[in-house]
């Protein structure tokens, strides 16, 4: 019997392993499908590089990491900037700006209106080297707004009054408590005023075009893909096999290698969604943004 035993030996004793260790080894090639290069070309370094602008602009910090990150990475020869957002808050819009126009200083850059650009999101993208516009996409409204409600009279009706001390003539601009004086409303059309003509200066600047006639291109105007290269918003029409293209020519790489979704993100984000839609399915009040 004892003989038996150690004839079967290498056998037993790597099934009593993986009995103990299942869990581990089952982490392991988790790690292992999520890690592992999917062919040889995931091997090499990428020397192109695509950053994606999608959605609401409220903060730049990520994006514009990302975007110094591939202007200092000696690797990298070229980048796409992907478009697809309505624009956003006036200052990280700028931050983005400024961003893409440090990298085009070192290397060139296409932006990619693949659904949307307009308004801040154009702004982030008027210094690439060329603005390449699905022709599906939407493109413009180069402007500037403010807005506040007036709830003054819904707080009458329940019986809610505000309060409050402040110095200075213009330092409830904005309140919701009541309609806004006048001098008030002049006093926010200076700022927004002052944002436009910063705003439609650096595009007229990045894309060589006359501010006197801004009102032809800017004025919060909203063109298809064909009607904003009339007025010059675009350089020209493509979808994304384009675009690629074109940075590939600008760069001049002969095996061009694009970056891929970081794995792990990838699988994180589909975990939230995952996650997300469960708490839908059984708390259908509660709404994750």
């Keep these: 019997m004892h003989f038996i035993?150690?004839?079967?030996?290498p056998i037993t004793l790597p099934m009593k392993f993986i009995q103990d260790h299942f869990k581990a080894m089952l982490f392991l090639l988790l790690l292992f499908l999520?890690?592992?290069?999917e062919n040889e070309q995931s091997l090499k370094?990428?020397?192109?590089?695509?950053?994606?602008?999608?959605g609401p602009i409220m903060?730049?910090?990520e994006i514009v990491a990302k975007i110094d990150e591939a202007a200092d990475n000696e690797n990298i020869k070229g980048v796409l900037l992907s478009v697809n957002s309505p624009g956003g808050a006036v200052a990280p819009s700028i931050e983005i700006a400024y961003a893409i126009k440090r990298l085009q200083e070192k290397k060139p850059v296409v932006a990619y209106a693949k659904g949307t650009i307009a308004s801040g999101s154009y702004y982030a993208s008027i210094w690439a080297d060329e603005i390449i516009a699905n022709p599906g996409s939407m493109v413009g409204s180069i402007g500037v707004i403010m807005k506040g409600a007036d709830l003054s009279e819904i707080m009458q009706k329940i019986g809610i009054k505000s309060q409050g001390v402040h110095a200075g003539k213009y330092k409830e601009l904005g309140t919701t408590d009541r309609p806004w004086n006048d001098y008030e409303v002049n006093e926010l059309n200076k700022v927004i005023q002052g944002t436009y003509d910063m705003f439609t200066a650096d595009v007229a600047?990045?894309?060589d075009l006359n501010l006197s006639?801004?009102?032809f291109y800017a004025n919060a105007h909203i063109f298809t893909a064909h009607q904003a290269m009339k007025v010059g918003l675009v350089d020209s029409l493509g979808v994304g096999y384009d675009a690629k293209q074109r940075v590939v020519e600008l760069s001049g790489v002969k095996n061009p290698v694009w970056n891929k979704e970081d794995k792990f993100?990838?699988?994180m984000k589909k975990l939230s969604a995952s996650t997300a839609v469960t708490l839908h399915t059984y708390f259908p009040s509660m709404v994750l943004k």
């Design 213 to 215: 006639k801004r009102d």
């Design 265 to 267: 993100d990838k699988f």
């Design 34 to 37: 999520l890690f592992a290069p």
């Design 205 to 207: 600047n990045a894309r």
């Design 59 to 61: 903060d730049a910090t």
């Design 5 to 9: 035993k150690k004839l079967f030996l």
């Design 45 to 54: 370094s990428n020397n192109l590089q695509e950053i994606n602008l999608v």
